[in-house]
């Protein structure tokens, strides 16, 4: 039977869906990750380091589903632990691969400058802090 995740962006009241294995890669993170997903509908996630869990600008909270994303690995969870507004159901938007459907929200500091469809506003800001990180 065919799986077609439906994944929600609580802070801007999108909900999106697709057929698993058949969304286009838009090699930003991993494939069909929330960040993937994202890209794929127009909605602008943050991803400074450009998908490669070296930032964390696409630091996601999951309000339901984590059970139906791919677990985080250890790389994911140190970087994890420099995110401002850490919470247990953090994720990296570009490392969590969507197996069934969630919803996620984005923390509001992230808030400002995540937007539909726009362009990326926050990467004089990111980069540097990305490289000062290890
Ligand atoms: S985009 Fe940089 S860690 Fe996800």
Not at 16 to 43: M, R, T
Not at 69 to 76: I, N, R, V, Y
Not at 112 to 121: A, F, L, Q, W
Request: aromatic share 4%; hydrophobic share 35%.
């Amino acid at each position: 039977m065919e799986v077609v995740p439906k994944v929600t962006f609580v802070n801007i009241g999108k909900t999106v869906e697709f057929e698993s294995g058949k969304l286009p890669y838009q090699e930003h993170g991993k494939p069909e990750s929330i960040l993937d997903v994202a890209l794929n509908f127009g909605i602008q996630l943050e991803h400074a380091c450009g998908g490669v869990c070296a930032c964390t600008t696409c630091h996601v909270h999951v309000k339901s589903g984590q059970q139906n994303l791919t677990p985080a690995d250890d790389d994911e969870l140190d970087r994890l632990d420099m995110a401002a507004d850490l919470q247990l159901n953090s994720r990296l938007g570009c490392q969590a691969v969507v197996k069934g459907d969630v919803t996620v929200d984005m923390p509001a500091w992230n808030r400002n400058y995540v937007s539909e469809g726009g362009g990326s506003m926050n990467l004089g800001d990111a980069i540097p802090a990305a490289k000062n990180s290890h």
